[in-house]
């Protein structure tokens, strides 16, 4: 079977891991943390505990407040309040480097404005470790390994811009993996990927977490966090409405206050279409 | 491999370029005053050759720093205001030449009015970068300060529409121009434009993240801000450079690294120091033109380089149009 039979026959059927209740020395803990963008607060008081070597999925609608997350814990969006640990340790008096040395991150999309081969894409993630990426240099391993965690080894010589959507999203988490980084951060990478390549990538993260990756992801479909998420978030205008499995936060009651739908069965509908 | 292919080629057409450009001319070098032809051709040919390289390596910075292929240093407005400069030393120099402090060499007014020029403009962009939430704002006043730097060069050359000679060197500087180049000018124009090289070359490494934009360079650890500062300096000191030596030459920044990524690739530790070569290479052919071309007197450099370089970049433009955004 392959991996998108696997999805496309019942990829909600699959067991997701209940989290056990974690330490606050164990993964990425935020407390507190509010942040502004532009003059408004789009983080009030979030607090998430995302338990280590777990995949810890962020949902919520549009504008909830995922990617900015996300930039708080990269340190691309200052915040007003609030205290970061990753294992114990203070994140926010983190040196830039050293920040993403920590921290890989993986975005939407990516797209370069020149042609660029894989391999140099990927080397890119070892900028924070200095030294040089091209020609003979020691990220050369270290690139080929990324590049063989996330089964792309074959691409390496392609220009990043004709490959496929999965694909590019493979090479981007080879690019965070690169430097070491045991936390990864994702910000919607499955939302311009078919099914298929959202199961490949998917079941990829589950791979790393089970080898020991702190994994924290934004997600837009539900059956998605069923599958892969260990502990799942659900946020609503920048405040933390829920947290724990997946199960417990898609209930209808949470996700009709978040997205004002409701589910029935494998259907949703708006709420005012069933009242 | 490419890469050394590519410089190999450069030097040896810049070395061809080079003999030619010696020997080439309306002077007469087995004349009585031949060595001094050789001199003087000696001078516009290195003053051609910086020029070049520094409008090349303007090129790839900006074309890095806002991941757009059709950047040039023209964009930032420090070209125009380096004109401006450069025509107001002009004037002052005409009317007021006798105020200007001994120790300033005459030949070093249109320069250093070049650099202050282009000073002004920077500041006013940098002022704005620090401020800016985007590079899009910065472009867009860039295009502002070009636009305004050629008005005011109009504005000044309508006031002297009764002197047509004083026209006619307004107009002939900003249309660029390498001859009456000499060693003074070198000595002032050469180490911006080696400083500016070695600086730029120094920033190879974060220009290359930032290929990916700027909240991924970020959040790879590039010190986007700091970056986005200095590749503005050192593009504002190289172009400022650039027509303090020879005017203002069209396309160099534009064609160059155009031509030059789709030898070496898009790394700018290679980019930068292939087109320094390929620019001084095509400035110098350029001037060969511009002095072989008319039957008497010589052509003004930017208009060779606007009719060599406007038809190739269609063709090179239409050969890589996936390369764009």
């Given at each position: 079977m392959t991996d998108s039979d696997k999805l496309t026959t019942n990829p909600l059927s699959e067991t997701t891991a209940e989290a056990?209740?974690?330490?606050?020395?164990d993964g990425l803990c935020l407390e507190g943390i509010s942040a502004r963008r532009n003059n408004k607060?789009?983080?009030?008081n979030v607090g998430i505990q995302a338990p280590g070597g777990a995949i810890t999925a962020l949902i919520g609608p549009?504008?909830?407040?995922k990617s900015s997350i996300i930039s708080t814990i990269l340190g691309l969006l200052p915040i007003t309040s609030g205290r970061l640990r990753l294992h114990g340790a203070?994140?926010?008096?983190?040196?830039r480097l050293r920040r993403a040395q920590t921290f890989g991150y993986v975005p939407q999309r990516t797209r370069l404005f020149a042609p660029m081969p894989v391999s140099q894409v990927v080397a890119m993630g070892c900028y924070a470790h200095?030294?040089?990426?091209?020609?003979?240099?020691?990220h050369r391993a270290a690139v080929r390994d990324a590049l063989a965690m996330v089964d792309?080894?074959?691409?390496?010589?392609?220009?990043?811009?004709?490959?496929s959507a999965g694909e590019s999203q493979r090479v981007l988490v080879a690019r965070a993996l690169v430097g070491g980084a045991r936390t990864l951060l994702l910000d919607?990478?499955?939302?311009?990927?078919d099914i298929g390549h959202s199961l490949i990538l998917l079941k990829l993260l589950k791979r790393l977490a089970h080898s020991g990756h702190t994994i924290l992801i934004a997600l837009h479909h539900f059956d998605q966090v069923e599958y892969v998420a260990d502990h799942t978030v659900l946020l609503h205008n920048g405040i933390v409405l829920c947290e724990g499995t997946a199960n417990h936060v898609l209930s209808n009651t949470h996700i009709t206050t978040a997205f004002g739908v409701v589910r029935h069965g494998s259907t949703f509908r708006l709420t005012e279409e069933t009242t | 491999m490419r890469f050394t292919l590519t410089l190999i080629g450069g030097v040896v057409a810049l070395a061809v370029l080079s003999i030619i450009a010696l020997n080439?001319?309306?002077?007469?070098?087995?004349?009585?005053e031949g060595e001094t032809f050789y001199y003087l051709r000696a001078w516009r040919l290195s003053a051609a050759a910086l020029a070049g390289a520094a409008l090349a390596m303007g090129g790839v910075l900006m074309q890095g720093l806002f991941r757009n292929?059709?950047?040039?240093?023209?964009v930032l407005g420090t070209t125009a205001f380096a004109v401006v400069g450069g025509q107001s030393a002009l004037l002052l120099h005409v009317f007021?030449?006798?105020?200007?402090?001994?120790?300033?060499p005459a030949e070093l007014l249109l320069p250093i009015g070049c650099l202050l020029g282009a000073g002004f403009a920077l500041l006013v962009l940098l002022w704005l970068a620090e401020r800016a939430a985007g590079l899009t704002t910065v472009l867009i006043v860039g295009f502002l300060l070009a636009a305004l730097g050629s008005s005011v060069g109009t504005f000044v050359t309508s006031f002297f529409r009764d002197q047509w000679e004083l026209v006619r060197a307004l107009q002939g500087f900003s249309l660029g121009g390498?001859?009456?180049?000499?060693p003074i000018h070198l000595a002032l124009g050469a180490p911006l434009v080696l400083i500016g090289g070695i600086a730029a070359w120094c920033w190879s490494r974060p220009l290359d993240v930032l290929l990916s934009g700027e909240v991924e360079a970020a959040a790879l650890g590039v010190d986007v801000t700091q970056v986005r500062r200095w590749v503005l300096i050192w593009t504002a000191t190289l172009t400022a450079a650039a027509v303090a030596l020879g005017g203002s030459a069209a396309f160099i920044g534009l064609i160059v690294p155009h031509v030059m990524r789709s030898c070496v690739g898009v790394g700018h530790r290679q980019l930068i120091p292939v087109s320094a070569i390929a620019g001084a290479a095509f400035l110098v052919g350029c001037d060969i033109l511009a002095r072989v071309l008319p039957p008497t007197g010589e052509l003004p450099i930017g208009v060779v380089t606007g009719m060599i370089g406007a038809p190739l970049f269609i063709v090179v433009l239409i050969r890589s149009r996936r390369e764009l955004v």
């Open positions: 056990e209740a974690p330490s606050t020395n607060l789009v983080l009030t549009n504008g909830a407040g203070d994140v926010l008096t983190m040196e200095g030294g040089s990426w091209f020609g003979p240099n020691s792309a080894e074959h691409l390496a010589q392609r220009p990043f811009n004709e490959l919607e990478p499955t939302s311009s990927l | 080439t001319g309306h002077g007469d070098l087995q004349s009585a292929p059709l950047a040039s240093p023209d007021a030449g006798a105020t200007i402090p001994v120790f300033i390498v001859d009456g180049t000499g």
